[in-house]
C-alpha cells in the first residue's frame, strides 16, 4: 500500500513488510516492525512499539505508550488505552530465548482496554469487554465483562455502547442511552437486538 494512503509522521518507524489500511494514522515515535497487519481508519499514539506479525483490525484506537507484543491479534473497533500492556511469554527469563513460546492473546470485537491495564498473554478478551484502568488479566474475559483490579476480577456487564448493564429480575436489561436490549443467561450476556 502506498504511504499517500495512510499518515505517518516523519519520526515513525515502520519496518518492511507491513500492511497499513487506508486513513490510518501512526504518530510521533512509533515503531511498526515487520509484517504487521493495521487495517483501515485505525489511529497509533505516540511511543507505541507494535511487535512483529501483530495483526490490528479495522478502527483500532491505539493510545500513547501501548506495547503490543507478537502474537496479539486485535479485533474491528478495540481500544487499547494509554501505557497499556501485552505480554507474550509466561515465564519470562533475560538469559532464555523462547521465541518459539509465544502464546496468542485475541481480543474480540469492540473491547476496550483501560490505561496502564495489563493483559497476561494467552487470555483472550471477549467482544465489547471492558478492562477497568490499572488491571491485570490473567483470565479469559467474557463477552461484555466488565473487570476491574490485580487480578482483575469480574464485577458487571457493559453494553456495546459503553454503559454498564444493570439486569432485572427477568434478567433483562436495557442500555439507557443506545436502548440496546441484553439477556443474561447461564452467566454469559447477549444482545437481543
Not at 118 to 132: D, E, L, R, S, V
Not at 161 to 178: M, P, T, W, Y
Not at 181 to 186: D, M, Q, S, T
Request: glycine share 8%; proline share 4%.
Amino acid at each position: 500500500m502506498s504511504e499517500k494512503e495512510y499518515f505517518a509522521h516523519e519520526t515513525a518507524v515502520i519496518d518492511p513488510g507491513c500492511r497499513i489500511g487506508k486513513s490510518t494514522k501512526i504518530w510521533h515515535f512509533s515503531h511498526i516492525m515487520p509484517n504487521c497487519i493495521i487495517g483501515e481508519h485505525c489511529n497509533i499514539g505516540q511511543n507505541v512499539v507494535i511487535s512483529p506479525d501483530v495483526i490490528l483490525g479495522n478502527n483500532v484506537k491505539v493510545q500513547n505508550n501501548v506495547s503490543i507484543y507478537t502474537g496479539v491479534i486485535c479485533d474491528d473497533d478495540v481500544f487499547l488505552g494509554p501505557s497499556m500492556v501485552f505480554t507474550n511469554i509466561v515465564n519470562p527469563r533475560s538469559a532464555v530465548i523462547r521465541k518459539d513460546q509465544y502464546l496468542k492473546t485475541h481480543v474480540k470485537k469492540g473491547a476496550s482496554i483501560g490505561a496502564n491495564a495489563t493483559i497476561i498473554c494467552g487470555n483472550p478478551i471477549g467482544k465489547y469487554a471492558f478492562i477497568g484502568a490499572g488491571a491485570v488479566v490473567t483470565k479469559e474475559v467474557d463477552d461484555y465483562a466488565l473487570v476491574i483490579g490485580n487480578p482483575a476480577k469480574h464485577i458487571g456487564w457493559m453494553s456495546e455502547f459503553g454503559h454498564r448493564l444493570e439486569f432485572d429480575s427477568q434478567n433483562i436489561a436495557v442500555c439507557k442511552e443506545s436502548k440496546e436490549k441484553y439477556i443474561l443467561e447461564n452467566g454469559k450476556v447477549r444482545k437481543t437486538n
